[in-house]
């Protein structure tokens, strides 16, 4: 065995705290997750008391207030924990990712006595959130959604179908758009459905070609009431707290992203420090030298790409843009790095016995996740030339 094997990322962090946060997550990573990863998303496992363990140390409320609970860490550190998950498996960095996404709402719009009611369970009481946006016929075009809340007293009963829901039909906690008004966007209005709410049901989770231990599932509205006081900002106001959310959430599906292609990476290196072919490690061969070299440059450029939008939100600054941009490039760079370290493997990389052809599947979702990548480039566009004129 070679004595150049990879070694941990050197991150830049801005607090002594933060790295000791990072060294945590490092530790965490190498004797809870990837141990068993490759075992348990091929049995389509989830691992719950994964997300259980993370909710304790603290590491599922990084970037919220300390207040209710968070860790009030930059998006700068949250990131990069989420980075080091994704790495050991990515359905436990996404799903840090997406339970995030699903305390955004009412962290950023409830009122102070909903957060005070809800958010430390949330953030560090144990609960698993997801987030409810798509419908089976109302993917890129989030605004024509159906689902609808119609008030009734004190209550508003939810009725209809949300797809592609990641933890659905295992999280405590949903935070869910629905209509409540007029077609389009200014109609829409966001609800905190708990998990085990009357009328509220899972179907079977899709059968995927990757993360098969993250279940993804249909949910069913039939009736499902819900107080007013669960009602997230005011009515009309869902479709702005969805794009919020989305916006800090592509930040999360770059980071975990990249997260995928460093794993791949190091695979591939190590392999072809390993791999012995005409007298001679593969990894002195030009050919693989360039592969690798390129694999590695498109890894820090998505990571210095993510970091820049992650700080510009910190300092309060826009940032949808540059969010388009990391989620944009981390996972088309993700899906080359992947499959080029499927590549230096040769036949085995092609094989369950080795981690990179499940990580090259799981890449593939990250480019279609919380807007397409053609989506991802509308939104540049737009931000450059103005809205389409036709």
């Given at each position: 065995m070679t004595d150049r094997a990879p070694q941990p990322v050197?991150?830049?962090?801005?607090?002594?705290?933060?790295?000791?946060l990072l060294a945590l997550v490092r530790e965490i990573a190498q004797r809870e997750i990837r141990p068993r990863a490759a075992e348990e998303e091929d049995a389509g496992r989830f691992p719950r008391e994964?997300?259980?363990?993370?909710?304790?140390?603290?590491?599922?409320?990084?970037?919220?207030?300390?207040?209710?609970?968070?860790?009030?860490?930059?998006?700068?550190?949250?990131?990069?924990?989420?980075?080091?998950?994704?790495?050991a498996r990515l359905t436990v960095g996404l799903g840090v990712s997406v339970h995030s996404l699903a305390c955004h709402g009412l962290a950023g719009y409830g009122t102070k006595e909903q957060q005070a009611a809800h958010l430390p369970a949330m953030l560090g009481g144990g609960l698993l959130g997801a987030y409810?946006?798509?419908?089976?016929?109302?993917?890129?075009?989030?605004?024509?959604?159906?689902?609808?809340?119609?008030?009734?007293?004190?209550?508003?009963?939810?009725?209809?179908?949300?797809?592609?829901?990641?933890?659905?039909?295992?999280?405590?906690?949903?935070?869910?758009?629905?209509?409540?008004?007029?077609e389009g966007p200014?109609?829409?209005t966001a609800f905190l459905v708990p998990g085990d709410a009357a009328g509220l049901t899972a179907a079977v989770p899709e059968k995927k070609m990757g993360m098969k231990g993250s279940p993804t599932a249909q949910l069913h509205f039939d009736g499902v009431r819900v107080p007013d006081s669960r009602r997230i900002g005011e009515e009309?106001?869902?479709?702005?707290?969805?794009?919020?959310?989305?916006?800090a959430g592509r930040l999360g599906i770059a980071a975990c992203a990249i997260g995928v292609a460093q794993a791949a990476l190091d695979e591939a290196?190590?392999?072809?420090?390993?791999?012995?072919?005409?007298?001679?490690?593969?990894?002195?061969?030009?050919?693989l030298r360039f592969m690798l070299a390129?694999?590695?440059?498109k890894i820090e450029a998505g990571r210095a790409l993510y970091l820049a939008a992650a700080r510009l939100?910190?300092?309060?600054?826009?940032?949808?843009?540059?969010?388009?941009?990391?989620?944009?490039?981390?996972?088309?760079?993700?899906?080359?790095?992947?499959?080029?370290?499927?590549?230096?493997?040769?036949?085995?990389?092609?094989?369950?016995?080795?981690?990179?052809?499940?990580?090259?599947?799981?890449?593939?979702?990250?480019?279609?996740?919380?807007?397409?990548?053609?989506?991802?480039?509308?939104?540049?566009?737009?931000?450059?030339?103005?809205?389409?004129t036709r």
């Open positions: 050197d991150r830049q962090l801005p607090t002594e705290e933060s790295r000791d994964v997300f259980t363990l993370l909710s304790e140390a603290g590491l599922l409320g990084l970037p919220y207030p300390g207040e209710h609970g968070g860790g009030e860490q930059p998006y700068e550190v949250y990131l990069q924990v989420l980075e080091e998950l994704a790495a409810c946006l798509s419908e089976p016929a109302a993917g890129s075009d989030a605004a024509s959604l159906t689902t609808k809340a119609v008030r009734d007293g004190d209550d508003w009963v939810i009725t209809g179908t949300k797809a592609w829901i990641t933890h659905g039909g295992v999280a405590d906690f949903y935070t869910v758009l629905a209509r409540t008004g007029v200014k109609g829409i009309g106001q869902g479709f702005t707290i969805a794009l919020a959310a989305l916006d290196l190590t392999y072809a420090l390993d791999r012995k072919q005409f007298g001679h490690p593969i990894a002195d061969f030009q050919g390129d694999m590695a440059t939100r910190d300092a309060g600054k826009p940032f949808s843009r540059q969010a388009a941009m990391a989620k944009l490039f981390c996972t088309d760079a993700a899906m080359a790095v992947t499959t080029d370290a499927v590549q230096v493997l040769g036949g085995y990389g092609y094989t369950a016995d080795f981690p990179v052809e499940r990580l090259m599947r799981e890449a593939k979702v990250l480019q279609i996740v919380e807007g397409t990548n053609q989506i991802q480039r509308m939104v540049i566009a737009r931000h450059l030339a103005g809205p389409e």
